[in-house]
């Protein structure tokens, strides 16, 4: 069964095919394809995984061989899968939350003109995660890397008739670039120092390279990861890649490919084992961004923005746990698997809000939705509770053990990236309370127009799914270590560490930032009158909505300098290169132009000519021959 | 007689005939100044000939009459040719081949 893996790749990524040049013909049944695509990876997986649970623990990774890819002396590279546990986690989580997603996008996107082509691209998306997750070497996951950010750009814009959406999806792409820069020089350094880009190779010689060369490997892994993962510095992107539409938002800048760069780095352990200084690093980009992401998701009235803020921001938490070594593995996938069925529930929450409210996203004209919108409101409620990381639903494992493991160290560390995470789990509460209560509770404050109802079934049913999966996951995730035991091929099994301060009282500490961040969510939004317009706020409000002002920073820091550099270059190009091969050009041409002038067609001016350059020839006949 | 006569004679019809070419439109009156040079040719190479006692010149001489003769008739077979296209022989008119 393991060696028919690569069907799980092949049979999304057929569909996308059939369905893209199919063309308007399939336009009746091609969401269907395309669901049923997704369904079948889904049962491929599954069966894949039940069959790895009656290996035991150290018999669970496989090998499966496809081809030669690059025969050489240099560099010898095959391309196959490695089936082990991380791979059949992100494997299970991509198929099932995927193909809820494409269940749900039926009904979202039934009355676009292009559905069939949402749905070709959502499969090609789904087949390009499933290679990177699966590929085992990081030549072929880069090609999944690339393919899922094609997939990212065709998606997010995906409604490109407005130029502001094709605009956010360039933004996307681009930054998307920068971190695949990394990944790029992450390969030329592993091909240099080891010779090999295969993860069996690399991670066998990795305890045998210097310090020097992981972490030079390492931070530039890390650079990839940032940009994939909306990670500080490269995070600009994320809030402009929701105009995509709402499923696209769901599953792809929530659940699954954001989450990719922690993937890479919990993937490439071995060298970051060895690379302590970038492990560091890993850690302290992850808590700037969980603070960040936090705060501007304080600030944001957008209810997509303010959700992609926060996607951010828990990607932050994942990056921190994966930073903090062996410990913090198995915490940061954790933290993962339950955010995807959370984030993406409440996605597809947020979704149906915009369904109900003529795809309005200001959270300052909903409010008392949930009256008219039971389901959503449930289910949306739901993965609140699970990402505020409240007993006993899901975020309170995946958080918690995060934010436990964050205590664990010597000196600075541990009081820093545990501070952050404890206090970026208050500033969580409040600002996804704020989103809940803004929208859900309060005073109806929508325009006229607006007449809010439940979405159909095809899309609820989706959200109930996620719901649960959100209320209950973790819990049974959590007990008995289940989730832990079962990375541990992968990870490596961990001696349990105490944090510098007892369990109990980080636990308790939490709970208190959490129930007051919720408080004061409710005293603000949630009993109060909330202004149709955000009030103008202090600066450090101001700072957060315009994103920590990442924009104007870009632009002044890399946008300007670059243009003028590409406008110098084009102007040197233009009178250097281009002007000495086009002055020498019009030389010659000149040179023809006069010659030209000879050829005049009078035949008594060429026997002229001839005649002057006959007394010449006699005159130097008779000079020289005297 | 000195025979340096005879050169000078022949350097005066060249003259003459290579003024004939250049100055003349018709192509016929231009096409007998070739005549005159080659003529003019001709008899500097037979007084040659005769400066120096040999033979050669007058061999060379030959020569140039089978190759004018040869020439005229494919001279004026492109003259008639010419005129019948464009019924004249002005030797500016056809200038197709201008660059």
């Not at chain 1, 091609?30 to 369904?39: E, Q």
Request: one cysteine or more.
């Amino acid at each position: 069964m393991l060696s028919v893996t690569w069907l799980l790749i092949a049979v999304p990524l057929v569909s996308a095919f059939v369905l893209l040049l199919a063309g308007r013909r399939a336009d009746a049944y091609g969401h269907w394809v395309g669901v049923g695509a997704s369904a079948s990876a889904f049962v491929v997986g599954l069966i894949a995984f039940v069959q790895m649970l009656g290996l035991p623990g150290e018999e669970r990774a496989t090998s499966v061989h496809l081809s030669s890819w690059i025969p050489g002396t240099e560099l010898n590279l095959d391309a196959g899968l490695l089936v082990d546990p991380l791979s059949m986690t992100f494997v299970l989580l991509i198929t099932f939350v995927g193909t809820l997603i494409h269940i749900y996008s039926v009904a979202y996107m039934e009355h676009d003109p292009d559905r069939r082509r949402f749905f070709a691209y959502l499969n090609m998306f789904v087949a390009a995660m499933l290679l990177l997750v699966l590929a085992d070497s990081f030549l072929l996951l880069f090609v999944g890397w690339e393919g899922v950010g094609l997939a990212s750009y065709l998606l997010i814009g995906f409604w490109n008739q407005r130029n502001e959406y094709a605009t956010a999806a360039n933004k996307a792409f681009i930054a998307n670039r920068i971190g695949d820069i990394g990944l790029i020089v992450a390969m030329g350094l592993m091909f240099s120092t080891f010779g090999a880009v295969d993860f069996a190779t690399v991670f066998d010689a990795a305890p045998q390279a210097t310090a020097a060369q992981l972490t030079a490997i390492g931070l530039m892994l890390l650079l990839a990861a940032c940009g994939k993962s909306a990670q500080f510095p490269l995070q600009s992107w994320l809030g402009d890649a929701m105009a995509g539409p709402t499923p696209v938002s769901a599953l792809i800048h929530a659940a699954t490919m954001v989450t990719a760069g922690v993937y890479l780095i919990v993937r490439s352990a071995p060298i970051f084992n060895g690379a302590p200084d970038a492990q560091v690093v890993v850690a302290l980009v992850g808590a700037v961004t969980l603070i960040l992401g936090a705060l501007i998701g304080m600030a944001k009235d957008d209810l997509k923005k303010a959700l992609a803020a926060s996607t951010m921001s828990q990607i932050g938490y994942m990056m921190l746990a994966a930073g903090l070594g062996p410990i913090g593995y198995a915490f940061a996938i954790f933290h993962l698997v339950t955010h995807g069925f959370f984030k993406a529930g409440m996605f597809l929450g947020a979704g149906s809000v915009m369904h109900a409210m003529n795809d309005q996203v200001n959270m300052r004209r909903f409010g008392a939705l949930r009256g008219a919108m039971v389901v959503t409101w449930v289910t949306f409620g739901l993965g609140w509770l699970a990402i505020l990381g409240l007993p006993p639903f899901s975020g309170f494992y995946s958080k918690d053990k995060i934010i436990e493991a964050a205590f664990v160290g010597e000196g600075w560390q541990p009081w820093v990236l545990g501070g952050a995470a404890l206090v970026g789990a208050g500033l969580t509460a409040f600002y996804m309370s704020r989103l809940f209560f803004m929208t859900f509770h309060g005073k109806a404050r929508w325009t006229d127009d607006q007449h809010p109802h439940e979405s159909p079934l095809l899309m609820t049913v989706p959200m109930i799914i996620l719901a649960v999966g959100s209320a209950f996951l973790g819990l049974i995730l959590a007990s008995g270590d289940r989730f832990t035991h079962w990375l541990e091929p992968v990870t490596g099994h961990v001696e349990h560490h105490e944090p510098v301060l007892p369990v109990p009282v980080l636990i308790g500490a939490t709970l208190v930032l959490v129930i007051a961040g919720v408080a004061l969510a409710w005293l603000k939004y949630g009993g109060r009158d909330v202004a149709l317009e955000a009030p103008t706020g202090s600066l450090a409000a101001i700072t957060a909505r315009n994103d920590f002002f990442q924009d104007s920073v870009n632009r002044a820091a890399l946008q300007r300098p670059g243009q003028h550099l590409t406008r110098t270059l084009v102007y040197l190009d233009a009178t250097v290169v281009d002007g000495a091969v086009n002055k020498q050009a019009r030389g010659w041409a000149g040179l023809g132009e006069a010659s030209r002038r000879l050829q005049n067609g009078q035949v008594r001016s060429y026997a002229a000519t001839m005649l002057v350059g006959l007394v010449i020839v006699a005159l130097i006949i008779v000079v020289g021959g005297r | 007689m000195n025979p340096m006569n005879y050169v000078i004679l022949a350097s005066i019809l060249f003259a003459i005939g290579s003024a004939a070419v250049l100055l003349r439109r018709n192509a016929i009156v231009a096409f007998m100044g070739v005549e005159l040079m080659l003529n003019a040719a001709n008899l500097s190479l037979v007084a040659f000939a005769r400066i120096h006692d040999q033979l050669d010149g007058q061999v060379m001489a030959f020569f140039v009459m089978v190759v004018a003769a040869a020439e005229v008739v494919v001279g004026l077979a492109i003259i008639i040719a010419v005129f019948r296209a464009r019924q004249s022989i002005s030797l500016d008119e056809p200038a197709e081949l201008k660059g």
